[in-house]
Every structure is written in structure tokens, then in C-alpha cells.
């Protein structure tokens, strides 16, 4: 098993910054990939940013070139910088990790709000 725990959201204006963590216990030497999903009342989770065991890193279109995804291995935590935020990046963000690089994540994380307003 694999635990994550993210932390980091909050209320940040339109255009600021804000980094999200999460941090993985248990079982990490099973994951090949860990990333971000985000989800809004009424939709469905939709993915934001992943990174590979390898390094290798993949963006949904929206997000491209105002986040920035990173991992620390010492600390077996990953990050989720966010700049230029727009209210339609008000949504709960979820960790996720996976064993294997198709399908759907294995473990998730509790999640973290996310709310940009002025």
C-alpha cells in the first residue's frame, strides 16, 4: 500500500502562485508514476501533470507552460508549482501514484482546495 498526503491549496488572486505537496509513504518502491488530477463539483476528475520514475514529464493542454510538476526523492515527495492561476483552476486536487504507466492511478491522496478569486 501506498499513502499520499498532500497539502498546500488555499485561496490565492487571479494571476498568483501557489505550490501543492505530496508526500509518499509505504510501499514507493511499487510506483512508476505519480501526478495531479483535479476535480470540480459536478464533473469528472479530470488529469493535470505526472512525471515518471524516468523523469519524464506530461501536461494537460490548460496547464501547459503554468505548472510545473517536480519530485524530490530524498524527501519521496512531489510538487505541483502553479503560476498565472485563473479561476478556472478553482478545483480540489488529488495526488495520484501508479504502478504502471497506462490506466488509471493505484492510490490517491485526500485532496486539497484550490480556490483562485479576487
Known amino acids: 500500500q501506498v499513502q499520499l498526503v498532500e497539502s498546500g491549496g488555499g485561496l490565492v488572486q487571479p494571476g498568483g502562485s501557489l505550490r501543492l505537496s505530496c508526500a509518499a509513504s509505504g510501499s514507493i518502491f511499487s510506483i512508476n508514476v505519480q501526478g495531479w488530477y483535479r476535480q470540480t463539483p459536478g464533473k469528472a476528475r479530470e488529469f493535470v501533470a505526472s512525471?515518471?520514475?524516468?523523469?519524464?514529464?506530461n501536461y494537460a493542454d490548460s496547464v501547459k507552460g503554468r505548472f510545473t510538476i517536480s519530485r524530490d526523492n530524498a524527501k519521496n515527495t512531489v510538487y505541483l508549482q502553479m503560476n498565472s492561476l485563473k479561476p478556472d483552476d478553482t478545483a480540489v486536487y488529488y495526488c495520484?501514484?501508479?504502478?504502471?504507466?497506462?490506466?488509471?492511478?493505484?492510490?490517491w491522496g485526500q485532496g486539497t482546495q484550490v480556490t483562485v478569486s479576487s
Open positions: 495520484s501514484a501508479s504502478r504502471y504507466s497506462v490506466g488509471l492511478p493505484d492510490y
Open positions: 512525471i515518471t520514475s524516468g523523469g519524464s514529464r
